[in-house]
C-alpha cells in the first residue's frame, strides 16, 4: 500500500493506485464496520426524531461534506422524502466573514452554535483529525449534547480525545491522505445506504 516505485511508467503509476485503493479498502473492512454501523444508528435516530446532520471539513473533506448532505437533502439510491442536512462549507460570504472578523479557526464553530442543537449529530471530517477549526467545531457540538461521527485516518490526531463514548469515530488505518479520501468516500456511501435501510428499509 505505497507509492509506484520510481522510474514506474504511467500506466503502472496508474494500476498501483487502483491495487493501492482496493487494498486498503479491504484490509481496513475489519476495523471500520463496526463503528460505520454505529455512525448509521446515531444518524437515523437523530433524523427519526426531527433532528439534523450538520457537517464540515477542509479541502477535499469539504467536498465530502457536501457530498453527503446532497445525498440526504436530494436522495441516495432510493425514492424517500428529503433528510434534513447541512454542509457547513457552502456558505462563502459566512465562511470569510468569520474568517476575516475573527479566524479562520472558527469558520465551523460559530456555525455550529448558531445552527445545531440537543439530538443533531456533527459529522466531522479530518484525514489528519487535527484540523484545528474541525476540532473546535466538535468541541462545540459537545457543549450542545450534540452526537459526532468523526471521519478521519491516520491515527486520529486529537480527534478522539475530544470524543464521548456514545460516538462514532471512523479512523482509515493509512497515513497517504488520497487513499484515506477513497476510503471517505466508501463509508460516507455506506452511511447514506444505512441510513436509509434504517429509516425505510432499504426498499427501492
Do not use: W
Not at 439510491?77 to 470569510?96: I, N, Q
Not at 439530538?119 to 468541541?139: C, E, F, M, Q, R
Not at 457540538?141 to 491515527?155: F, Y
Request: proline residues 4%; charged residues 20%; hydrophobic residues 40%.
Amino acid at each position: 500500500m505505497g507509492h509506484a516505485e520510481p522510474g514506474a511508467t504511467l500506466e503502472e503509476r496508474i494500476a498501483s493506485h487502483f491495487r493501492d485503493s482496493a487494498n486498503l479498502k479491504l484490509a481496513a473492512l475489519g476495523a471500520l464496520q463496526a463503528p460505520i454501523a454505529q455512525a448509521v444508528d446515531l444518524m437515523a435516530a437523530a433524523l427519526r426524531a426531527g433532528g439534523k446532520i450538520l457537517s464540515c471539513g477542509n479541502g477535499g473533506s469539504a467536498g465530502d461534506a457536501q457530498h453527503f448532505s446532497a445525498e440526504l437533502l436530494n436522495r441516495f439510491e432510493m425514492e424517500r422524502p428529503p433528510l434534513a442536512a447541512v454542509a457547513l462549507s457552502t456558505d462563502t460570504s459566512t465562511l470569510t466573514s468569520i474568517a476575516n472578523d475573527y479566524s479562520y479557526e472558527q469558520v465551523f464553530e460559530k456555525q455550529v452554535r448558531a445552527l445545531g442543537r440537543r439530538g443533531d449529530v456533527l459529522l466531522a471530517i479530518s484525514t489528519s483529525g487535527n484540523s484545528p477549526n474541525v476540532l473546535a467545531a466538535v468541541k462545540a457540538a459537545r457543549e450542545l449534547g450534540m452526537a459526532i461521527v468523526a471521519l478521519t485516518g491516520r491515527k486520529g490526531g486529537g480527534t478522539p480525545s475530544l470524543l464521548g463514548p456514545g460516538d462514532a469515530h471512523v479512523c482509515v488505518p493509512h497515513d497517504r491522505t488520497a487513499r484515506i479520501q477513497e476510503v471517505h468516500l466508501l463509508v460516507l456511501h455506506c452511511l447514506c445506504d444505512g441510513i436509509d435501510y434504517r429509516l425505510y428499509g432499504g426498499k427501492q
